[in-house]
């Protein structure tokens, strides 16, 4: 275990998840219990950002400052323009609806990949992997899980990864183009059977920063399915973690026994996201 303690960022949240990053630095989680979207400034001002009437899962950003949210209570992806207006952008998939939309990650272009896992278990596999373009076309990446969880894209697109929680898993899939994927294979089971792995992000080494969930530990994987390390989380249940800060080396961890939101200054730069390097120009082809 890693020495480096998290600091706290804002206790007394309700049931905090899915933390990410707009294009000035903010800091946006989403409160599952309230139905809130929190947003935290970098001059440390806390504001509720939207309250979507639902039970929001995970948020993210893409280029156009966008930001989609998995809406587990309305079965549903929803896009939220920066003025806090939104509207439905998608809610089923070949006719099928939506169950619990959990997390989510943007690619490039705007177009996201996000997990389904609701009502699934390991006697029950109708967990589901789904991608949505911008104008709200819904094709199945996957199925048959057990409660798909965390999702996350590698620096260049090239790789997705999902957690599968109770196998306590990573899976990798080859990106072949936006929405067409191939060549599954599990790149990381903990050996802890206490974990429950949630929302995870990469750094700028190929790394998967996994939340723990049960452990108290944020998990470092890498590349090649090693765990390299582990961070405290702040509390036993960690439920994602996104990179930011000025140098992109602050992992913001939202942790649900305590029900805060928490910093840890790794000195390790983060991933930028695949939607911010297209807007700023440095996307690769």
């Known amino acids: 275990m890693s020495r480096i303690k998290p600091q706290l960022v804002s206790p007394a949240q309700d049931f905090p998840e899915g933390p990410c990053i ?74 099928v609806d939506f169950r619990k939309p959990n997390d989510l990650t943007v690619d490039a272009y705007n177009n996201l990949y996000f997990t389904d896992p609701g009502f699934s278990k390991p006697d029950n596999l109708i967990g589901t992997v789904h991608f949505v373009t911008p104008d709200g076309r819904v094709s199945l990446i996957d199925d048959e899980m057990a409660f798909p969880n965390g999702i996350a894209l590698n620096g260049d697109g090239s790789l997705l990864a999902v957690v599968e929680t109770y196998p306590r898993c990573v899976w990798l899939y080859d990106v072949l183009e936006p929405g067409v994927v191939q060549n599954k294979r599990m790149l990381w089971q903990d050996e802890d059977e206490a974990c429950l792995p949630d929302g995870m992000a990469y750094d700028a080494d190929g790394n998967l920063w996994v939340a723990a969930f049960g452990t108290g530990t944020i998990a470092v994987v890498s590349p090649e399915g090693k765990t390299l390390r582990r961070y405290d989380a702040g509390g036993l249940k960690p439920t994602n973690c996104c990179f930011g800060g000025p140098e992109l080396s602050t992992l913001y961890i939202t942790e649900v026994e305590t029900n805060a939101v928490y910093a840890l200054e790794t000195g390790i730069r983060g991933q930028q996201l695949l939607a911010d390097q297209r807007r700023a120009g440095t996307q690769a082809h």
């Not at 219990?33 to 947003?39: A, H, V």
């Not at 995970?58 to 989609?68: E, H, L």
């Open 22 to 95: 707009d294009q000035d630095g903010s800091l946006y989680w989403v409160n599952c219990q309230s139905g809130q979207i929190s947003l935290l400034t970098p001059e440390g001002n806390l504001s509720c950002f939207l309250d979507t009437g639902g039970v929001p899962q995970a948020a993210n950003f893409t280029s156009t400052g966008d930001m989609y949210v998995c809406e587990s209570g309305l079965s549903a992806i929803i896009q939220v323009r920066p003025d806090a207006t939104w509207e439905t952008l998608a809610g089923a998939c070949d006719g």
